[in-house]
């Protein structure tokens, strides 16, 4: 049987030019691949030059305390044998162990200010200092509780505990009062792995029937900033110039008196023994409640690597978007445009995300996105002039280059609402696809 005259070869049909066009598209998703490991590979290395960086300058800021230790005796009796004699004796033998008390009222006020001062190559470290402003009392210790016999307290070596991380890195003299003597915190060895111990002067508490106490701590820090609400009745008031709170812990922040607003933030929380299953003394040991830790958590909601990161991940939509809008061109106006000619398309589109990554780590992300889009977008109008030679199909190509731009720099600044954004406009660019498409002789006949 012959072939029809009128009849058109099959690599020239429509279909044949979208399988050439989708394939390209998915062989895109090379290059674009290593420019996402690229933009991965920065971002790690950037979290290790931050970690590098607070390791030096400092970390979380964890507070347990402060806890009244006071020392008691021990005596153990044991019945041995006396060889000499053959009759059995009794021995005693004494241990000092050491009770511990929480405080009745606990205050604790913290103030945070960002430090921008830090700056490691390309990477700007974001740190802080912080302030925290210590008072309340400890009611009479109660060794009933305890099953502790006063008659074997040592009523004249008690000391004030507190326990805390990035000791390293507090600032100052650590002086603390209480009642109106002035005690002088210092460093001891423990076995814990989490907090380090501050244990001041010993002082004598045997007329004390309530003891106030006042101190203040300063620290350089990065990431968190949180308490263990050891008091019976503990409030905590947090002030900080940082625009990204993220409130963490068992215990939420009072929603009445809590404002975010761009200069920073406030919070406060009052939590009371009821809100918390442990007790307020303990005997020879100190119970783990890291659990109970509550506070802030100073994060930046998207950095730079982030979103980035995002918008490669709107690479493919971008570079099928573009060629859709290329080949419904080709197909109404009739003008044939090249595999080799896409290619060139595609590769601009995928360039456009390294120029986004480099200029970003010299500048910020906004600025970055403005100028990589930009420079794109007049790339492929002078090239679409050159291969068109149509003026009005160029300006409509960067019109809807820079419209495609502009909607997914939006989906990446948006956090709660990106997925219904992005759903929305996608609908309607469907609409739009299938409105100017609808009058495609799909057949060439």
Known sequence: METPENEIPFYRTITAKIIIVG???????????????LIIERSDRKKEVVQEVTKSWGTDVHIFGPILRVPYLIYDQTTILNTVTNKQEISTTKSTAYAYFFPEKLDLKSKIQKDNSLKRGLYNVVVFATDINCAGTFSTPNFKKLQIDEANVLWNQASIL??????????????????????TFESKANSDKYFDDLESDVFDLKDAKNLTFQFQMKYNGSNSVKFIPVGKTTRVSIDSDWQNPSFEGNFSANTNSKTITKKGFHADWNVSQVNRPFSQEYAEFLPNLNEYLFGVKLIETVDEYQQNERASKYGFLMIGLTFLIFFLIQTISKINIHIFQYGMIGLALVLFYTLLISITEHSSFKIAYGIASFAVIVMLFLYTLSILKSRKFSIFIATALASLYSFIYVIIQLENYALLVGSIGLFFILGIVMFFSRKIDWELK
Do not use: R, W, Y
Not at 25 to 32: T, V
């Open 162 to 183: 507190v326990k805390t991380t990035n000791l390293k890195s507090s600032k100052g003299n650590l002086n603390l009062k209480v009642n109106e003597i002035n005690l």
């Open 23 to 37: 394939l390209l598209a998915l062989f895109l998703l090379i290059p674009l691949a290593f420019v996402q490991n």
